[in-house]
């Protein structure tokens, strides 16, 4: 399969297609999670794989695979008649759309009947808040919720169905219990520990452009570097970046692990694959990002500084007089790690002395 089809990064595209093989259930996981392709794309890739794994049922784990890879077409070609359907009463149907993965409050709000009016209300109003705004229509998604009634004083919501400007079904999101038990109910992302950015503590990188997330741009930090035998083993990847939302708490400096589907932080009100939307940044910085070039050098040189990090996060621990500016701060650790070398080098220096005595 060709994974830069479905995975949205093309570093971690790029990485997996060189690396190991993915098992069936990770590579139906990567089709379901894509995020620029539609539900149809989706399904014809799902039933192509499909065709492909029946011809290699000799596998030991084909068989139960299999069944699960076939219960996810089935479902999807169930809410694909569903989307289009022309009748129904027990159905209600609510609009939304969000930009950069945060709600847009000035718009109308409707419900519908039918699906389809309702998709295209939310073209309408994805086109007139980017006109609004000045920016383009793929800065936005469209959700379409549908409840179901039950009797004549209750709506439960069944799914949350995410639109692309276009109205064509991206995800499709349960929400019932029986739904969320049953994984073979969700059209959308189910797994992530396959995902890796293959690069060395102390790389810039960027989010992609994408209505699901705001453009930000960090530092990479890994548990486990991409030379050494565990960085397949291991999930834990950090990104440092500049947090406008709690200055005076943390410097100005954010930190998330990356195996998260989403940040609350970012604004992001659906879970997705989070990672999936980093690739290497390798433009210029401006004066106010400077900061993230000299800790990414700090990084690649000592990563035992993001340890400073994140104590320094902790109440109470931060150091006297430590400036609450990004750049600063990050000078101020380089700082802080000279003098722990010299202590340590001075420490060593006299035990060798005693023993030596």
Request: glycine share 8%; charged share 35%; proline share 4%.
């Amino acid at each position: 399969m060709d994974l830069k089809q479905w995975i949205y990064s093309p570093d971690i595209a790029r990485w997996l297609s060189e690396g190991r093989d993915l098992n069936l259930t990770e590579l139906t996981d990567c089709i379901l999670s894509a995020p620029h392709r539609t539900l149809g794309e989706k399904l014809e890739g799902l039933r192509e794989l499909c065709r492909e794994a029946r011809e290699e049922r000799q596998r030991e784990d084909a068989p139960r695979e299999l069944e699960l890879l076939e219960k996810k077409i089935e479902m999807g070609e169930t809410l694909d008649e569903i989307f289009h359907m022309v009748g129904g009463f027990r159905n209600l149907y609510e609009t939304d759309i969000f930009c950069h993965g945060s709600r847009e409050e000035f718009i109308k709000k409707r419900i519908f009947s039918l699906p389809q009016p309702g998709v295209q209300f939310i073209r309408e109003q994805i086109r007139e808040a980017a006109d609004r705004y000045g920016i383009g229509t793929d800065s936005f998604f469209g959700v379409l919720r549908k409840f179901y009634r039950r009797g004549t004083r209750y709506l439960d919501l069944e799914w949350n169905i995410l639109l692309n400007p276009k109205g064509e079904v991206i995800y499709c999101l349960p929400e019932t219990a029986e739904a969320k038990e049953r994984g073979d109910y969700r059209i959308g992302p189910c797994d992530y520990h396959y995902l890796r950015l293959p690069y060395p503590s102390g790389t810039l990188v960027e989010t992609m452009a994408s209505p699901f997330f705001p453009a930000i741009k960090g530092v990479l930090v890994n548990r486990a570097e991409s030379w050494e035998e565990e960085f397949d083993q291991t999930d834990e990847q950090w990104l440092v970046y500049r947090d406008t939302l709690h200055e005076s708490q943390d410097a100005g400096i954010g930190v998330i692990l990356l195996n998260h589907y989403a940040s609350f932080a970012f604004g992001a009100d659906f879970i997705l694959p989070f990672i999936q939307f980093f690739k290497r940044y390798d433009g210029t910085l401006s004066e106010s990002e400077r900061w993230l070039g000299e800790l990414g050098e700090l990084l690649r040189k000592d990563k035992s500084c993001f340890a400073l990090i994140l104590r320094d996060r902790q109440p109470g621990e931060r150091p006297e007089g430590e400036a609450d500016r990004p750049r600063a701060y990050v000078r101020e650790l380089e700082k802080r790690l000279r003098q722990g070398e010299t202590k340590r080098l001075a420490w060593e220096k006299r035990e060798m002395k005693r023993k030596g005595g």
